[in-house]
């Protein structure tokens, strides 16, 4: 049986055919999302990578048994209803029948983009065997799934888990979902280009100006890195900072919630132990449960950017 992995992200729309029996991404399709637009263009590039990962694992639309879409924001699973997507500015978005209707009538299901990366991690990656773990998406958002006993911790709106709208500066950076000082304005990739070109504006000497050829518009949440392991002063305090914010954020999660193990994956998730070794270290220092025999593991995302594929693929009712 063949299933289909639809990751609806900020930056592409990834799909990826899985095989049940294998565990394996056979097939593989993607689109840039192109934001901002509305959700109908958004839902047509969907159902061409959908039929281009189809066809890049040599099968037919109706070798596809079901499909599942991992999407930012919150989901009603029940409807397939996009109720609030704030880095799409989606409200009220139809998505399962929007995509079913351009894909024959297909079955489709559709969670919260960080619920299926939890789920994926969960069952071939980072979590799998561990009973309850929180998985952490560092990309154009800061998004975040929980798995406590096996299962998706959604809530009674399925919205629980929004980890990045947590509130770590009162009053601080405004964020698109209308509070401000949420954990996604400091510890996102986006927060982390901004903190670099702020960095940057105020270090004219900085060797991230020569990581991205002079032009500050090249700069992606690598530059920093980038610069720190050349030595260069500013990109190192810039990336200090940065984990700090992440680590903020972890904590309260371990504070609140004690789960086994925490997986850190997204773009910046890519950096492995140069994000990880100094994130563990704040992680110590601050936990409140410093003396206990038994503590959180922050271990890296095993599945990178396929972990949202299979998580949806595995979606059902």
């Known amino acids: 049986m063949y299933r289909l992995g639809v990751d609806l992200g900020g930056t592409n729309i990834a799909v990826g055919v899985v095989d049940d029996e294998t565990m394996k991404i056979i097939g593989r399709g993607k689109m840039k999302t192109n934001l901002p637009r509305s959700a109908g263009p958004i839902f047509d590039d969907m159902a061409s990578a959908c039929l281009m990962a189809v066809n890049d694992a040599g099968l037919k639309l109706d070798d596809i048994s079901v499909i599942g879409i991992g ?23 139809p998505a399962r029948d929007m995509l079913s209707e351009r894909l024959g009538g297909k079955t489709v299901y559709i969670d919260n983009d960080a619920n299926c990366a939890a789920l994926g991690e969960a069952v071939a990656g980072a979590g799998h065997g561990v009973s309850s773990f929180v998985a952490i998406t560092l990309g154009t958002g800061v998004g975040s799934g929980i798995v406590i006993d096996g299962k998706l911790v959604t809530g009674i709106n399925f919205a629980a888990g929004e ?24 510890a996102s990739a986006t927060a982390l280009i901004a903190q670099t070109k702020d960095a940057m504006q105020q ?24 610069a720190m392991r050349m030595g260069d002063a500013a990109a190192e305090r810039v990336v ?27 773009g910046i998730g890519h950096e492995g132990e140069f994000l990880l070794e100094p994130l563990r270290r704040h992680v110590k220092r601050e936990r409140y449960s410093i003396y206990a025999a038994k503590q959180t593991r922050i271990e890296a995302a095993m599945l990178g950017n396929d972990a949202g594929i299979f998580g949806a693929a595995l979606l059902n009712e």
């Open 163 to 186: 980890m990045g709208h947590m509130v770590i500066c009162v009053d601080g950076e405004k964020c698109n979902c209308g509070r401000r000082g949420c954990w996604e304005q400091y």
């Open 71 to 93: 999407a930012p924001g919150t989901i009603n699973k029940n409807t397939g209803i996009i109720e609030f997507s704030n880095n799409f500015d989606f409200k009220k978005v």
């Open 203 to 226: 270090n004219q000497n900085s060797k991230m100006w020569n990581i991205v050829n002079d032009n500050i518009d090249m700069v992606d949440g690598r530059t920093a890195f980038d």
């Open 240 to 266: 200090e900072k940065y984990i700090y914010y992440v680590a903020t954020g972890i904590i309260n999660i371990i504070n609140a919630l004690q789960p086994e193990i925490i997986c850190v994956g997204g």
